[in-house]
């Protein structure tokens, strides 16, 4: 509950909760990660719908993805293209159940650790108890989808 300018207290939900508390950690808008059956076609259908252009590609065994970064025309941040490595990793299960839609939104921040400190002071709890290793050697962490309105929010740090 918060008091502003003498207005009456407010409620603020999960999400703006978590928008309040990343605010000042936030860096920028790190890129939007959708999902794929088969990398060589989402990279060509991602491609010709964006003019996007494939920057970095790599494997990720941990995280059980093959991904491709693209760099779209604007440059204001980039598309990541995310394929399962095999039926049984997060990644395909989450095709399974939602299609190629989608996956995640990715933000830069200034602290990793920190961040998550200040999530977990507030009751939110993150994915991975440490952080993991994710595109370009950053290291990376996640607010559950149950905590931001069905929308897996990635935290990362280069």
């Known amino acids: 509950m918060v ?11 999960q ?3 978590i928008a309040e508390l ?4 936030l860096l920028r808008l790190d890129h939007v ?13 991602w491609a010709e719908r964006t003019g996007g252009v494939v920057t970095h590609r790599e494997v990720n065994e ?3 993805v093959e991904e491709a970064m693209m760099s779209l025309p604007d440059e ?13 990793s997060t990644i395909a299960k989450f095709i399974e159940k ?13 602290d990793l650790d920190a ?18 290793t994710g595109t370009r050697n950053s290291r990376i962490n996640f607010i559950h989808p149950r905590d931001a309105d069905g929308v897996l929010i990635e935290l990362l740090e280069y």
């Open 3 to 13: 008091k502003n300018a003498g207005m009456p207290l407010v409620e603020f939900s």
């Open 15 to 17: 999400p703006e909760r």
């Open 22 to 25: 990343l605010v000042h950690h």
């Open 33 to 45: 990660g959708v999902a794929v059956r088969d990398i060589e076609a989402g990279i060509d259908a």
């Open 62 to 64: 941990e995280q059980g």
């Open 76 to 88: 204001t941040f980039e598309l990541q293209i995310l394929a399962p490595l095999s039926p049984d």
């Open 98 to 110: 939602h299609g190629e839609v989608t996956q995640q939104i990715a933000y830069e921040v200034d």
């Open 115 to 132: 961040t998550v400190a200040t999530l977990k002071a507030h009751g939110i709890t993150p994915i991975y108890a440490s952080a993991k």
